[in-house]
Structures are given as structure tokens and as C-alpha cells.
């Protein structure tokens, strides 16, 4: 077996996937080759939710991975999605500079939270991107909240406790600030300065992994939305769940690609010399986002 390397808070999920990489000691990514034409809060549902929105066009809700912020997940690809579509990128409860609230996480509450600021918003219907927790948040999306949704790009998601490696509950049982991605703590500090608020992050998010329950077979069939389905054939979700979930969701499409979790998006914790996996998924992206739905 494998040694492996992961730390992954709150299907945090995140790990440089459970091998042996080598993480670049970079600076958050930013999108400075994208400005956001807007960004602010709302009051929502009893937390401050912070969000950025880039470009012109169709709706794209970014949904980030645990422990993240808007940039340390998508801020490589930002700049090239930006290109021909709207983006509404969001920090969810307790995340980068959104607020938090006196209740647990759950995907659930992530889902309504997202929700309610696209009716602030006055967006009807998006497509979705969620990476990681994001993914799993973006599946409670389309299972509360389905007029909201008309496609979806699932990265790296989890739907059942048997998508994770062996030994991965194990582990989280034991989970540590200390073994948070440098990373990660760096982006947050920078966005907050507040290192209560990223123990309190920590501890969350530790606490949803570990709460969390299989999303019930029935609601993922009930799921009528288009799905891209990505998934890292050395990822931290094991490539047979994403396949289980391909079959379970009816109008879905996957996706398994070279490398480890979160590195096809050239997310921060993956970052290594020439690593420009990104400049073949987006395009893919896109063209699964832009192709024409066909009637069931």
C-alpha cells in the first residue's frame, strides 16, 4: 500500500491525494489576470457570506473545498473560465472572510446558504462548479434546491462514506491543526488574521467529515441536472466511487484524469513546477457546460 500524505479537513478532502507529492511552497494564487467586477456580502440565513463575481455571461457558481478559500481552489482557473461566463465565486460558513454561525456545518445548510444569496442576487438558474466539500455541497444544491441548478461540475465529491481510502475515518478521528496544508493556514491568515477563527475552521470541518452519512441512493437518482463527474485517478475519492456515482446519477458524464486531488484545477496544494493540467480540463469544462441538453 501506499504511503500516504493526505490531510483532509472536512471532506476537506484535501490532500495532495494519498501519495507521496511534492507541494510547492508558493503563495496563494491570485486572480490578477481576472479582476472581480463585483464583490461584497450578504446577510445570509445569520452569517456574513463574502463573494466575488468575474466576467459577463450564463451563471457559473464557484464552490470551494474545506479548509479553502475562493483563490486557493480555483484561483488558477478563474482567469480562464472568466473568459465566457459570469462567475459567482462564494466563501462558505466560516470560510476565508465569511462569517460564522453558532451551529455545526453540514453540507445542507452550505446548500441553502448558497442558495439564498443567488435569490439576492436575482439569479434564477446557474451552472455549478464544486471541488472537494464543494462538490458535496453542490450535489444537497441540486437535491434541495433543483430550480436552481442546470448543470453541475462534480470535482472530487463524495456521496458515500466508502468513496475514501482505508483508514482515512481512522484518521480524521486523530485530525490536528498541525497537519492542516501550510497552504491553506498562510491564505487564511492573510484573508483574516484571526487564528481563533482557523481553529474554529479546523474543528468544523474535522467535525462535518466525521458526521457525515451516505446521501441516500433514491435522492441521487432523483437528480435530473447534467453532472460532469472529475475525479484524479491517484485522488483522495477513490476513482470506484466516482464511478458508482456516474451510475447512480442518471444524466451524468466522468471523467478520471492523470494526477492527484485537486491537481486538475491546479489547486494550491498540488502546485508543482510545469503543472499545467488546468489547460485541458477547463476547455473540457466548457464544452461539457456549453453543449446543447438533450431531452430525456
Not at 444537497?140 to 448543470?151: C, G, L, T
Not at 477513490?238 to 486538475?264: F, W
Request: glycine share 6%.
Amino acid at each position: 500500500m501506499k504511503t500516504f500524505t493526505i490531510y483532509i479537513a472536512a471532506v476537506w478532502l484535501l490532500l495532495s491525494s494519498f501519495t507521496n507529492i511534492q507541494q510547492a511552497g508558493t503563495t496563494p494564487p491570485s486572480a490578477k489576470d481576472s479582476v472581480p467586477n463585483r464583490h461584497g456580502y450578504a446577510d445570509v440565513n445569520g452569517i456574513k457570506m463574502y463573494y466575488e463575481i468575474y466576467g459577463e455571461g450564463k451563471p457559473l457558481v464557484l464552490l470551494h473545498g474545506g479548509g479553502s478559500t475562493i483563490q486557493t481552489t480555483f484561483g488558477r482557473v478563474i482567469p480562464l473560465l472568466a473568459q465566457h461566463r459570469q462567475l459567482i465565486a462564494v466563501e462558505l460558513q466560516a470560510h476565508g472572510r465569511t462569517s460564522d454561525r453558532a451551529k455545526d456545518l453540514t453540507f445542507e445548510q452550505d446548500a441553502d446558504d448558497v442558495a439564498t444569496l443567488l435569490q439576492q442576487l436575482h439569479i434564477n438558474k446557474a451552472d455549478f462548479f464544486g471541488f472537494s466539500n464543494g462538490g458535496t455541497t453542490t450535489l444537497q444544491v441540486a437535491i434541495r434546491h433543483p430550480e436552481v441548478v442546470d448543470k453541475m461540475v462534480l470535482g472530487s465529491a463524495l456521496c458515500k462514506r466508502n468513496g475514501m481510502p482505508p483508514g482515512f475515518w481512522d484518521f480524521m478521528k486523530q485530525a490536528q491543526l498541525s497537519n492542516m496544508p501550510p497552504e491553506l493556514k498562510t491564505a487564511y491568515l492573510q484573508l483574516t488574521s484571526n487564528a481563533a477563527g482557523l481553529q474554529n475552521m479546523h474543528d468544523k470541518d474535522v467535525k462535518r467529515v466525521l458526521n457525515f452519512r451516505d446521501i441516500p441512493d433514491e435522492q441521487l437518482k432523483a437528480i435530473h441536472a447534467p453532472a460532469l463527474i472529475i475525479v484524479a485517478d491517484q485522488d483522495a475519492i477513490q476513482p470506484e466511487h466516482a464511478i458508482a456515482m456516474h451510475r447512480l446519477l442518471p444524466h451524468s458524464t466522468l471523467a478520471i484524469i492523470p494526477g492527484v486531488h485537486g491537481e486538475y484545477i491546479e489547486e494550491i496544494t498540488t502546485l508543482t513546477s510545469g503543472s499545467h493540467e488546468a489547460d485541458y480540463v477547463i476547455p473540457m469544462v466548457e464544452r461539457f457546460l456549453d453543449k446543447d441538453t438533450v431531452k430525456q
